[in-house]
């Protein structure tokens, strides 16, 4: 390798910013990237792996005896996937929808859902070693973690736990 190929790697690691950690090669083994959202004026966070696409649009049809959080189902290329609206699943008036609203599709462990936001922020690096965890009086029950970014707490939601629920 060319020194100037070193220099410019180099160059590049010093550059790398994430949040919740220092700047070294060991710590951005635990860095990963995170889609932002807002949802009733609260920021959350969400594993960038699980994120499959984002659309906004889409008509849901609506199911007949099931729980008020779950909004229906929409028709994705032939594949039918559960619609649910985070304010109601965790115990909030439901949302009122906008030009900003979308749907989060997830793919997590192979089963499709998706998550209805007020609207999407970012991606962003986050090293989890920096998400604390959160309060145990805490009726967040989709949530497993915590962590200012910038000027806001992000509250880190738990996808595996949409599924069981």
């Known amino acids: 390798m060319s020194d100037e190929y070193n220099n410019q ?3 590049a690691m ?7 950690s220092t700047h070294s090669v060991d710590a951005m083994e ?9 949802s009733d004026g609260l920021n959350f966070a969400i594993k960038a ?10 008509h849901i049809t609506v199911l007949p ?16 996937i559960p619609i649910l609206d985070i304010r109601e699943k965790m115990y909030k008036p439901p949302m009122e929808v906008t030009d900003a609203s979308c749907i989060i599709v997830l793919d997590i462990n192979s089963i499709s859902i998706g998550i ?22 805490s009726p967040q029950e989709l949530v497993n973690g915590m962590m200012t970014i910038g000027e806001d707490t992000v509250l880190f939601m738990d ?4 599924i069981q629920n």
């Open 116 to 137: 209805f936001v007020d609207s999407v922020s970012q991606v962003v690096d986050v090293n989890e070693k920096g998400i604390s965890p959160m309060p145990s009086n």
């Open 14 to 20: 010093d550059e790398y910013e994430d949040y919740g």
């Open 9 to 11: 790697a180099h160059y």
């Open 30 to 38: 635990d860095v990963h990237k995170y889609l932002t959202f807002v």
């Open 65 to 80: 005896m099931v729980p008020s959080y779950v909004k229906g189902i929409i028709n994705l290329r032939g594949q039918i």
């Open 49 to 58: 792996a699980y994120v499959a696409e984002i659309i906004t649009n889409h």
């Open 159 to 162: 996808c595996e736990l949409l």
